[in-house]
């Protein structure tokens, strides 16, 4: 597994974010995003959480991941770090920023030491730029490499990378730990690690992350809706609670749905990523897991046991399931997905 997570931010509010991440400080910026879509904004104040960190499951010791960044005011004091590769909740290593601008990587967070600073590429206030860190975790034979909207700036081919002192992670934060002046915006954010084919073992390069929603009924609707059609239950830009949904009072039930196009036509697909929001309302076991249909067959994804409060569960296809091949734009347009109850 290659293809680990990524995130538009354009289908929460702030305060889905806790749902959905590990440690969730700061709230989601309609219309701050990149395309007039939302976008992730650090803005804790004086609560400050840590960004927003979520844990991983990857198969080797190198993390890469890219997100668009736009600051504030470049030149403020008080910048910590705004990307963490962590293990066990150890800030492995970090990047900062600097008051000229430029970006600077270091073992552990912005209190550990100073590894590299970049000489070019400087990030420009209230501009996003895309920011992309490939890191190999390592105590001893560690490395890494900075990029700015696809140039490298900045590499470290031999270091200790490890704060914590073992190799590997299972972490990654945005945000960072404290913006005490300007706060960041953030969008269009993905992870991978090291493992796999290519592409989704490199960088990606300047991405974007749509989200995309249910527009109809799909091949099967065996869940139950409060109200009107199955798929008109789950089609909200932003999860909307109790006020409407559907129910599987036992199992197996599935329920699929069509969803919106590629937006845009042309571009490749690295990953489709199935967010399933749900609860348990009732005690006894529960198991649901993600279903993605190619080609009139149902591909069920791993289960998981939802908890008696809203939650996401989310599952990364670096490859379409039905053909064990890289996406296709025809290909995604014709699958439906959806969730069945497994137990």
């Given at each position: 597994m290659?293809?680990?997570?990524?995130?538009s931010f354009?289908h929460?509010?702030g305060?889905?974010?806790?749902a959905?991440?590990?440690?969730a400080g700061?709230?989601i910026?309609?219309g701050?995003g990149?395309?007039?879509?939302?976008a992730?904004?650090?803005n804790?104040?004086?609560a400050?959480?840590g960004?927003l960190?979520?844990?991983l499951?990857?198969?080797?010791?190198?993390?890469i991941l890219?997100v668009?960044?736009?600051?504030g005011d470049?030149?403020?004091?008080?910048?910590?770090y705004?990307?963490?590769?962590?293990?066990?909740g150890?800030?492995q290593c970090?990047?900062?920023i600097?008051?000229s601008?430029?970006?600077?990587l270091?073992r552990?967070?912005?209190?550990g030491t100073?590894?590299?600073?970049?000489?070019?590429?400087?990030?420009?206030a209230n501009?996003?730029?895309y920011?992309e860190?490939?890191?190999v975790?390592h105590?001893?034979t560690?490395?890494?490499?900075?990029?700015?909207?696809?140039?490298s700036v900045?590499?470290?081919?031999?270091?200790n990378?490890?704060a914590?002192?073992?190799a590997?992670?299972?972490?990654?934060?945005?945000?960072?730990n404290?913006?005490?002046i300007a706060?960041?915006?953030?969008d269009?954010?993905?992870?991978l690690?090291?493992?796999?084919?290519a592409?989704?073992n490199?960088?990606?390069g300047n991405?974007?992350?749509?989200?995309?929603?249910?527009?109809?009924?799909?091949?099967t609707?065996g869940?139950?809706p409060?109200?009107g059609a199955?798929?008109a239950?789950v089609?909200?830009a932003t999860p909307n609670g109790?006020t409407d949904?559907v129910?599987?009072?036992s199992?197996?039930?599935?329920?699929t749905?069509n969803?919106?196009d590629i937006?845009l036509?042309g571009?490749p697909i690295?990953?489709v990523?199935?967010?399933v929001y749900a609860k348990k309302?009732?005690?006894?076991?529960?198991?649901?897991?993600?279903?993605?249909?190619?080609s009139?067959?149902?591909?069920?994804?791993?289960?998981?046991?939802?908890?008696?409060?809203?939650?996401?569960?989310t599952?990364?296809?670096?490859?379409?399931p039905?053909?064990?091949?890289?996406?296709?734009e025809?290909?995604?347009?014709?699958?439906?997905?959806?969730?069945?109850?497994?137990?």
């Amino acid at each position: 597994m290659a293809f680990l997570w990524m995130d538009s931010f354009d289908h929460m509010v702030g305060a889905d974010l806790a749902a959905k991440y590990n440690t969730a400080g700061g709230t989601i910026s309609a219309g701050a995003g990149r395309r007039g879509s939302a976008a992730y904004y650090a803005n804790a104040g004086p609560a400050y959480t840590g960004g927003l960190t979520r844990t991983l499951a990857p198969a080797d010791n190198t993390c890469i991941l890219g997100v668009a960044v736009k600051l504030g005011d470049v030149s403020s004091s008080g910048y910590y770090y705004f990307l963490g590769v962590l293990k066990a909740g150890t800030v492995q290593c970090s990047v900062n920023i600097n008051a000229s601008g430029y970006l600077q990587l270091y073992r552990g967070d912005n209190g550990g030491t100073l590894l590299a600073t970049a000489a070019t590429q400087p990030l420009i206030a209230n501009t996003y730029s895309y920011v992309e860190l490939k890191v190999v975790v390592h105590p001893s034979t560690g490395s890494a490499t900075l990029r700015v909207d696809g140039t490298s700036v900045l590499t470290v081919p031999t270091a200790n990378t490890a704060a914590g002192g073992s190799a590997g992670w299972d972490q990654v934060r945005i945000g960072g730990n404290s913006f005490a002046i300007a706060y960041p915006s953030l969008d269009d954010y993905y992870v991978l690690d090291g493992s796999g084919s290519a592409p989704l073992n490199d960088f990606l390069g300047n991405v974007r992350v749509d989200a995309g929603y249910p527009t109809g009924a799909g091949a099967t609707t065996g869940w139950t809706p409060s109200a009107g059609a199955n798929y008109a239950c789950v089609d909200e830009a932003t999860p909307n609670g109790d006020t409407d949904y559907v129910t599987a009072s036992s199992s197996p039930l599935t329920d699929t749905y069509n969803v919106s196009d590629i937006p845009l036509p042309g571009a490749p697909i690295y990953g489709v990523q199935v967010s399933v929001y749900a609860k348990k309302t009732d005690a006894g076991s529960c198991t649901l897991a993600p279903v993605v249909r190619h080609s009139g067959t149902d591909y069920v994804g791993t289960g998981f046991a939802p908890a008696t409060t809203y939650g996401y569960n989310t599952t990364p296809y670096g490859t379409n399931p039905g053909t064990g091949a890289a996406w296709t734009e025809a290909g995604f347009n014709a699958i439906e997905v959806g969730v069945k109850r497994t137990a």
